[in-house]
């Protein structure tokens, strides 16, 4: 089963949640972000629109196959602007959908040879992750 924030109630048991993974799977992991638009829908209530680009430890720029998309719906408190609710998802290209398309087409055993190949060429050398995710 897999675990995520979303499963967490409050801030602190979500803080802790997310900082076990700064700690260790992300640890070292540069993020890069921008804020599309913000649209206020009345003075208290805003959805607010953004990207993350992941820089992962050692690679010299982001991976574009990991770039995520944000929704976030934001109200005004005493404290100032609160998060309230959160979409995230990844940002696919229209090639890197119409590949996983055709990747998704295929059969078991041809998925299986396309994973091999990749996985085969990486550990030869021949590519490395950068290349993979370079367009």
Do not use: Y
């Not at 997310?18 to 972000?33: I, K, P, S, Y």
């Not at 290209?93 to 998925?111: G, I, K, V």
């Amino acid at each position: 089963m897999m675990v995520k924030a979303s499963d967490f109630k409050g801030r602190k048991a979500i803080a802790a949640f997310h900082q076990q993974a700064f700690d260790t799977v992300v640890n070292g992991t540069r993020l890069e972000g921008e804020v599309n638009f913000v649209h206020f829908l009345n003075t208290k209530i805003a959805l607010m629109n953004g990207v993350v680009r992941v820089m992962l430890p050692g690679q010299p720029e982001t991976s574009p196959s990991r770039d995520s998309m944000q929704l976030f719906v934001v109200t005004k408190c005493d404290e100032g602007w609160q998060i309230e609710g959160l979409l995230n998802t990844r940002k696919l290209t229209l090639e890197r959908q119409f590949f996983l398309d055709d990747f998704d087409s295929l059969s078991a055993e041809a998925q299986r040879q396309v994973t091999d190949l990749v996985a085969g060429l990486k550990a030869s050398g021949v590519i490395t992750p950068p290349q993979i995710d370079a367009k």
